[in-house]
């Protein structure tokens, strides 16, 4: 399973999004220049969360999108589904997909379905607030990451 670039720009926009939470509305012209993403490819995003009540938009001077929830009330997994579809690592876990007639007796079906779960389990239980508050952590996160490598290059060394 792998996320696509509409799925990951989708996160990405509404962390933007999520950082001025409140009555600014940011033009859709200026996300796409700070994330780095194309105005068209962007176009093709924004009517898919603003048709399902994640945003909304506003038209002439002052314009642009906001948030119409509070990021602690926006599921990651929510939004993936919504850009990506089902998020089944295989084709017999996909919704609406005709029934595999090997599930009963496929051994490897079970793994599926329980790293289906967790993929899902993992994005329900993660929200926009999430995303922002690693955004402020990365700093502290880089730092313990350093030191980390520090402590397993000298019990590398030692050996």
């Known amino acids: 399973m792998m996320i696509s670039t509409r799925g990951r720009y989708a996160l990405r926009v509404l962390a933007e999004l999520a950082e001025k939470s409140g009555n600014?509305?940011?033009?859709?012209?200026?996300i796409a220049e700070r994330q780095g993403i194309s105005l068209k490819y962007l176009e093709?995003?924004?009517?898919v969360l603003s048709k399902n009540g994640i945003i909304e938009g506003l038209q002439?001077?002052?314009?642009?999108?906001r948030l119409i929830k509070p990021p602690e009330e926006c599921r990651l997994g929510d939004i993936l589904r919504l850009t990506e579809g089902d998020?089944?690592?295989v084709t017999c876990l996909e919704q609406g997909v005709k029934p595999c007639e090997r599930t009963y007796e496929c051994r490897t079906y079970p793994v599926w379905v329980?790293?289906?779960r967790l993929v899902n389990d993992y994005f329900d239980n993660k929200?926009?607030?999430?995303?922002i508050r690693r955004d402020t952590c990365a700093t502290e996160d880089k730092e313990a990451q350093g030191r980390k490598?520090?402590?397993?290059?000298?019990?590398?060394?030692?050996?």
């Open 24 to 30: 600014e509305y940011v033009p859709m012209k200026e």
């Open 114 to 116: 329980e790293f289906y």
């Open 44 to 47: 093709r995003i924004i009517p």
């Open 149 to 159: 490598r520090k402590e397993e290059t000298f019990w590398q060394n030692r050996t």
């Open 87 to 89: 998020l089944a690592p």
């Open 60 to 65: 002439g001077k002052g314009g642009g999108y």
């Open 127 to 131: 929200t926009l607030a999430d995303i």
